[in-house]
């Protein structure tokens, strides 16, 4: 694999180890400065004991790749905002206590039929200048239904630093929004909030007032609106008012990437563009040209979809992959892909733990290095197959690529992808280059009807295609458990044996048979592990407790009727049961005892009775039982005391703080999320 042996790719993959460990072990500014001007110096020296010898010595290598390791640390702490002394996020003491905030909007999330999610930025907090991103959830209203980004607004209301997921192997999104930067949520009211006149007229601003014209102008032509979200999605990167049925179609389909302007939709720009320079004369003067206007039309098309992470990183992406294509002489394609990545990750490093980079690179990086090997399968002579034969083998690259990493993320495959793919692609060529075409001229204030129609019936046909794919829900493989050391042994194996078909020796026999075995080792250790394992769970259920009980990979579940209704729907249940690849082999009404691990548990609900003999090591409350804490505590002196989120706040609050004063530990799971004791 010769893109082992280019020094980039030692250097990038130190790089990003750098990342990962700042990432996880989170070293302090100052100390991470310290170790850096240490290895700076280390390499400075022993490049000149090297240059002095004329030999490049080992010693050097070493100092080389620890020093491009810190500068990944580096770069992640730097960019870490919570770093920053003028962070709101230190001036916030108490989550129940109200703050005045001003702050501008930079950019519109995706909502719901109540609430409109924004990222601001702030400017003040509580009269003090401060900075840092926070996410505002504002509800609809008509008076604020068509705030403007860049618009400056006030707030009074609660800002709640992001927590933990309350229920286990749960999607972290505060987790995800720390990795952006966004420390805090902030709810408000339409009471609370002030809409000031003073506008921050900067890029962000005239991005999104060119995109609601162009929505505007295709909504005057009568543009029909599913299919306008659909190319408000494709061409314009905003997903905000996507219907939840569109997206499942997408989904089952295997082509939900198609809604995210990702790097598909700029290599499909990147060739329309190319296409359209090819009358350009191939002379120094003519490649000069022909870049400058693909540079220039790449980075047009990221302001016109709202410079969005996922945008940004793609549009840089193939700008030096243009520029990688016009320099061919002396560029190879694997150096202008590390290229690109390292300096993505230099500037932006928390890009590292985006879904939507792993997947765009990963994809990317098995089609150049696979795809050619599976096309060179079968050559045919038709150009009309041997087009669709390249469609398929791309395809074909970019799921090897991309599907350990997609099932490791989402648990579920579209066996249809390939089928989707091979008759959505040429649709999607065709709707790229008319897309653009229209947002231009509507832009202008210019649409010709043929022009929009043709747009609008390509939108028509392409819903109706995923449709008709996504109708085969059975084809659609759900629930897929894997870990982190099964997904490293799964590309290890892709890897291994692609490595070995290319040409095939001794050696990496021997190593794809390795690659086999571990794969094998790590799915019969993780299912030893799940089946040894006993495991009793309060979850954080709202209104309706839920308990379960796992032995091995088997679960019962104890709720109220109207939980045991909704198992199957049941979203944090779900997660559960997939992450630990159990199945549930009974449902039960809620005991008021329980025996798990020596220890006794006993439930009291909303009528309060209970026995005064028991002595349990654990008490369970819910439904806000009324009951006299003190006295229990003292007839049964439990050990623990658990509080689920079907009571009411204040009854929590009183009993947190009886338990505080009898110094008995007290767990609401609305606050420190569910329980587990196994």
């Not at 170790?35 to 090297?50: E, N």
């Not at 999607?171 to 709810?187: C, D, P, V």
């Not at 290599?267 to 004369?281: A, E, N, Q, S, V």
């Not at 004063?661 to 587990?676: L, N």
Request: proline residues 3%.
């Amino acid at each position: 694999m010769k893109i082992l042996q280019f020094p980039l790719t030692r250097v990038t993959t130190w790089f990003v180890l750098g990342i990962i460990f700042s990432y996880f072990f989170n070293p302090s500014p100052s100390t991470t400065l310290v170790i850096s001007g240490l290895l700076l110096l280390s390499f400075v020296t022993t490049l000149y004991l090297s240059k002095k010898d004329y030999i490049q010595k080992i010693y050097f290598g070493v100092a080389t790749y620890l020093l491009f390791f810190q500068i990944g640390s580096t770069s992640l702490v730097i960019h870490n905002e919570f770093h920053y002394k003028d962070n709101y996020i230190h001036l916030l003491k108490k989550d129940t206590d109200n703050h005045y905030v001003e702050l501008v909007l930079r950019e519109k999330l995706k909502g719901s039929a109540k609430i409109d999610k924004y990222i601001g930025l702030v400017k003040r907090l509580d009269n003090k200048v401060c900075s840092g991103k926070v996410l505002v959830i504002i509800p609809k209203d008509q008076n604020n239904s068509k705030i403007e980004i860049g618009s400056n607004i006030q707030i009074n209301g609660h800002i709640i630093p992001n927590k933990k997921s309350l229920n286990p192997y749960q999607f972290e999104y505060g987790t995800y929004l720390n990795n952006k930067s966004i420390f805090a949520q902030i709810y408000t009211t339409s009471n609370s909030i002030k809409i000031s006149d003073k506008i921050d007229k900067n890029i962000w601003y005239y991005s999104d007032r060119i995109r609601n014209k162009i929505v505007t102008n295709l909504q005057k032509s009568k543009f029909k609106e599913e299919e306008l979200q659909v190319v408000n999605a494709l061409i314009l990167g905003q997903q905000q008012n996507i219907s939840k049925e569109i997206l499942k179609d997408y989904q089952y389909a295997g082509a939900i990437h198609i809604l995210s302007v990702s790097g598909l939709h700029v290599g499909f720009i990147l060739l329309f563009i190319m296409l359209l320079l090819k009358p350009l004369p191939k002379n120094k003067l003519g490649n000069s040209i022909r870049l400058l206007i693909i540079i220039i039309s790449l980075w047009g098309f990221a302001i016109l979809a709202g410079l969005s992470p996922s945008v940004v990183r793609s549009v840089t992406m193939f700008s030096f992959i243009a520029v990688g294509m016009y320099l061919k002489k002396s560029t190879n394609i694997f150096h202008t892909l590390l290229v690109s990545m390292f300096l993505i990750l230099f500037f932006q490093p928390s890009f590292l733990f985006d879904v939507g980079f792993q997947l765009s690179y990963l994809s990317l990086f098995f089609i150049l290095w696979l795809q050619p090997l599976i096309a060179n399968l079968w050559m045919p002579k038709n150009k009309i197959i041997n087009y669709f034969w390249e469609i398929l083998t791309v395809s074909f690259a970019a799921q090897i690529g991309a599907f350990p990493l997609s099932i490791y993320y989402f648990h579920q495959f579209p066996g249809l992808f390939f089928i989707t793919n091979l008759i959505v692609i040429p649709i999607l060529i065709l709707i790229m280059g008319l897309g653009v075409l229209v947002m231009i001229m509507a832009a202008f204030n210019y649409i010709p009807m043929i022009t929009l129609k043709s747009l609008e019936f390509s939108i028509i046909i392409l819903n109706k295609i995923i449709n008709w794919v996504g109708s085969f829900e059975q084809f659609v493989i759900k629930d897929i458990p894997i870990n982190w050391q099964t997904l490293f042994c799964i590309y290890l194996l892709i890897i291994s044996v692609t490595i070995l078909f290319k040409k095939p020796t001794y050696p990496k026999i021997i190593v794809a048979f390795f690659s086999l075995l571990l794969f094998q080792s790590a799915l019969l250790i993780t299912r030893w592990n799940i089946q040894k394992q006993d495991e009793w769970i309060v979850f954080n259920s709202w209104k309706n407790t839920l308990i379960t009980e796992r032995n091995g990979d088997k679960v019962t579940v104890y709720g109220s009727d109207s939980i045991r209704d909704k198992i199957a729907s049941n979203t944090a249940l779900k997660s559960y049961l997939i992450a630990n690849n159990s199945k549930v082999i009974g449902i039960k009404k809620i005991q008021n005892l329980y025996f798990s691990n020596d220890k006794k548990i006993m439930v009291i609900d909303s009528f309060g009775i209970y026995s005064k003999v028991i002595k349990p090591d654990i008490i369970i409350l819910r439904q806000s039982p009324k009951i006299n804490l003190e006295r229990l505590i003292e007839l049964n002196a439990p050990k623990l005391i658990i509080a689920d989120a079907s009571n009411y706040k204040t009854n929590i609050k009183l009993w947190k703080s009886i338990c505080n004063k009898k110094k008995i530990p007290f767990h609401a799971t609305a606050e420190k999320g569910f329980y587990s004791l196994n």
